[in-house]
């Protein structure tokens, strides 16, 4: 690995959107850490695929809502590949229910990963990331279409927006940019899960470009940001959503 290699840490890297961040990455010449909190064949696959197209690249199991298990993470990297230059928060849970009807459960969980891993992350980043590295959080574009069903979720990604946009003035002096990234409906596990094929076309069409964006269309935004080229965005949530909202 050269000396002037980025490293960069994907949470929830395994598949769908993630991985296709993770394949873009690589293919900038990234040496890649994929976290994952369960699916370690999926992991270990996408880590199989990068290497064979010449990509440093590993797999490290953590559960990004648990603090001791993102540190130990960090660590890991950092003895692997070397400190980190790219944090890319994408890992997530996607679970509806109306208000009146969601559990306390559904509740923890979804501000857990959804927002407390971020924090979790972010934290670590302060002291931990190289000095004119990139973070790059994931929110939705779902905030703007205040749909029923979604609030917890959008709360969740409303918190993220928030601390992405502190989080880049904190960081002052240090040449790192934050920004975030919001998605519409994209074609990945996440969001179909659940739908018929009806709701699924319904999404589909609500954009003016008529169909759902896919891993790869939110992947180049991530590398965009990561890249040379974004160097000048900084506390902002670019949303890439067809024209949804």
Same mark, same amino acid.
């Given at each position: 690995?050269?000396?002037?290699?980025?490293?960069?840490?994907?949470?929830?890297?395994?598949?769908?959107?993630?991985?296709?961040?993770?394949?873009?990455?690589?293919?900038?010449?990234?040496?890649?850490?994929?976290?994952?909190?369960?699916?370690?064949?999926?992991?270990?696959?996408? #880590?199989?695929?990068?290497?064979?197209?010449?990509?440093?690249?590993?797999? +490290?199991?953590?559960? #990004?809502?648990?603090?001791?298990?993102?540190?130990?993470?960090?660590?890991?990297?950092?003895?692997?590949?070397?400190?980190?230059?790219?944090? +890319?928060?994408?890992?997530?849970?996607?679970?509806?229910?109306?208000?009146?009807?969601?559990?306390? =459960?559904?509740?923890?969980?979804?501000?857990?990963?959804?927002?407390?891993?971020?924090?979790?992350?972010?934290?670590?980043?302060?002291?931990?990331?190289?000095?004119?590295?990139?973070?790059?959080?994931?929110?939705?574009? #779902?905030?703007?279409?205040?749909?029923?069903?979604?609030?917890?979720?959008?709360?969740?990604?409303?918190?993220?927006?928030?601390?992405? =946009?502190?989080?880049?003035?904190?960081?002052?002096?240090?040449?790192?940019?934050?920004?975030?990234?919001?998605?519409?409906?994209?074609?990945?596990?996440?969001?179909?899960?659940?739908?018929?094929?009806?709701? +699924?076309?319904?999404?589909?069409?609500?954009?003016?470009?008529?169909?759902?964006?896919?891993?790869?269309?939110?992947?180049?935004?991530?590398?965009?940001?990561?890249?040379?080229?974004?160097?000048?965005?900084?506390?902002?949530?670019?949303?890439?959503?067809?024209?949804?909202?």
């Amino acid at each position: 690995m050269t000396n002037n290699t980025k490293v960069a840490l994907v949470t929830g890297g395994s598949r769908g959107i993630g991985a296709a961040i993770a394949r873009r990455l690589a293919s900038e010449g990234c040496a890649v850490a994929l976290n994952y909190a369960s699916d370690a064949l999926a992991a270990e696959a996408l #880590v199989a695929e990068l290497k064979a197209l010449g990509a440093k690249a590993m797999a +490290v199991c953590a559960d #990004v809502s648990q603090a001791a298990q993102v540190s130990a993470m960090f660590a890991s990297i950092e003895q692997t590949l070397g400190r980190i230059d790219i944090l +890319v928060n994408n890992a997530g849970v996607l679970q509806l229910a109306p208000l009146a009807q969601a559990s306390d =459960e559904l509740f923890a969980r979804s501000f857990a990963i959804n927002t407390q891993g971020v924090f979790n992350t972010l934290r670590l980043a302060a002291t931990r990331l190289n000095d004119g590295g990139r973070i790059i959080n994931l929110s939705s574009s #779902v905030l703007a279409l205040r749909l029923p069903g979604y609030g917890i979720y959008s709360a969740s990604k409303a918190a993220v927006e928030a601390l992405t =946009e502190v989080f880049a003035k904190e960081l002052r002096g240090r040449g790192i940019t934050v920004n975030a990234v919001a998605p519409g409906p994209v074609a990945s596990q996440l969001f179909l899960k659940g739908k018929s094929a009806e709701e +699924v076309q319904a999404f589909a069409r609500m954009a003016p470009l008529e169909r759902l964006g896919q891993p790869e269309d939110i992947a180049g935004v991530v590398a965009f940001l990561a890249g040379p080229d974004g160097g000048w965005v900084n506390g902002q949530v670019l949303r890439a959503n067809g024209g949804l909202a």
